[in-house]
C-alpha cells in the first residue's frame, strides 16, 4: 500500500485529490493538511511515501518546504501540485527535490500514474509541463528579449530584497551606501517592468533568478 499525505491551504483541493485516490486499491491517503506545521508535527509520528505539496501555500512557500522536507525525509517522493506553469516555478520545485510536478487541472488517470511513477524512482512530469519546459530550454527570440540581463551586483542585491532585507540592512551588508541600494533596486524595478518590491520578486522567481 503507497501511503500519501496532502498538503495545500485549500481544503476544496484536498478533497478532489482525495476523491480521484479512493477508489484505488493499491493508495491510501493517510493525512491531509492545510498547515505547515501540521504536516511537519504528524511527519514525526510517521512518514508517508508520496507529498502532494502544494507550492503556493497562504502563509509559506512550498518550494522552501520541499527543499526542507527533502533534506530532513529523503525517502518521501513529493510531487509538487501548482496552478503555476512558468518555467521558473516548475524547475525551482524540481531543484527543491520534487520528483514529480502536477497541475491542478490533473486528471486522475494522470495522478495515479505520477504517484506510481515517483514510486519507482523515476520523475513525472506532464506532457503539458515537459513541452513548457522544452520551449524554455530552446528559448524563442521573444522569451529571450524579455529576460532582464542583470550584473552580479544586480542578482546579489535582488536575492537580498527576496530575503526582506531593507535597503539599510543591504547597504550594511554589502558595504555600500543606501544611495546605491536605492539605485541598483530603482534600476531591477525598471528592467522587470514592475513598481514594487512585491512584482519584483514576483518576476524573478517566475523567470528563475531566484527560489
Known sequence: MIKICILDDHQMIIEGLESMLKLETEISVINSFTHKANCYDFFE???????????????DNGIAICGE?????????????????????????????????????????????????????Q???????????????????????????????????????????????IAEKLVVSIKTVESHRNNLLQKFGVKNAAGLIKNAMNMGFIS
Open 45 to 59: 509520528k510517521e512518514t508517508p511515501d508520496v507529498l502532494l505539496l502544494d507550492i503556493n501555500l497562504k502563509n
Open 69 to 121: 522536507l527533502s533534506k530532513t525525509y529523503p525517502t518521501i517522493k513529493i510531487i509538487g501540485v501548482s496552478n503555476y506553469t512558468e518555467p521558473g516555478f516548475i524547475k525551482n520545485m524540481l531543484r527543491s527535490g520534487a520528483k514529480g510536478y502536477l497541475l491542478k487541472n490533473t486528471t486522475q488517470e494522470e495522478l495515479v500514474d505520477a504517484i506510481k511513477t515517483v514510486m519507482n524512482d
Open 123 to 169: 520523475t513525472f512530469l506532464p506532457r503539458s509541463v515537459e513541452t513548457i519546459l522544452l520551449n524554455d530550454s530552446i528559448g524563442s527570440p521573444q522569451s529571450k528579449k524579455s529576460i532582464p540581463k542583470l550584473t552580479r551586483r544586480e542578482k546579489e542585491i535582488l536575492q537580498l530584497i527576496s530575503d526582506e532585507m531593507t535597503n539599510a540592512e
